[in-house]
């Protein structure tokens, strides 16, 4: 009776020693697969962000001109200087004529300037003009998308942080628990098993 309970406790240890040793393989498996996963995934995310980086530095520069811009033109005259240079491209240059003004003129009751369009320059002006109104909105609707993209990207990364962690099963020791449970489980039934037997 002694050397069959002796083999029984050996048989345990060794079962256990097994189920630990798979459960360590599994977790260090898990964890090199994970790691390769996260490498790749990182750097294509890092280029990404530098991409984006590279864009919004870009962006920063042209808005910071065209507000400088902006600034240096505090007259009409300036402005009426300036304006072909904000146009777009067409057939033929557009006449800006500024009444003259004494120095005595307030500015409120100055005489409107007046802006002469050829006609060939109507459609692509007013092309240009819808198409800079298009701009806007999809810049608007784009702004927006922005905030919904990114609520919605912490959301998908949350669910793939649960994800993995779901996927490697814990860390060891919450799978050692569990194999060990299944182990205690099995131990049980070869013990009811072995009574049984014996009756």
Known sequence: MKPAIDIIIAAVALLALVLVTDTWRSARRDSAQLAVTVTAQSTAIEQAGDREKQRAAQLAAALA????????????????????????PLPLPIAI??????PLTPPANAPPA??????????PLYSDLQDCR????????????????????????????????????GAFWTRLKRSAKWF????AAGAAATAIARH
């Open 134 to 169: 298009t701009t806007a909105l999809q810049s608007d609707a784009l702004r927006k998308d922005l905030v919904d993209e990114k609520t919605r990207s912490a959301s998908l990364t949350r669910e793939r942080d649960a994800a993995l962690a779901t996927a490697r099963g």
């Open 65 to 88: 001109a065209i507000q400088a811009q902006k600034r240096s033109v505090h007259s009409p005259q300036q402005a009426a200087r300036e304006l072909s240079s904000v146009l777009p």
């Open 97 to 102: 004529r500024e009444p003259a003004l004494s």
């Open 184 to 187: 205690a489980i099995g131990v």
């Open 114 to 123: 007046s802006i002469s369009v050829p006609q060939p320059d109507l459609v």
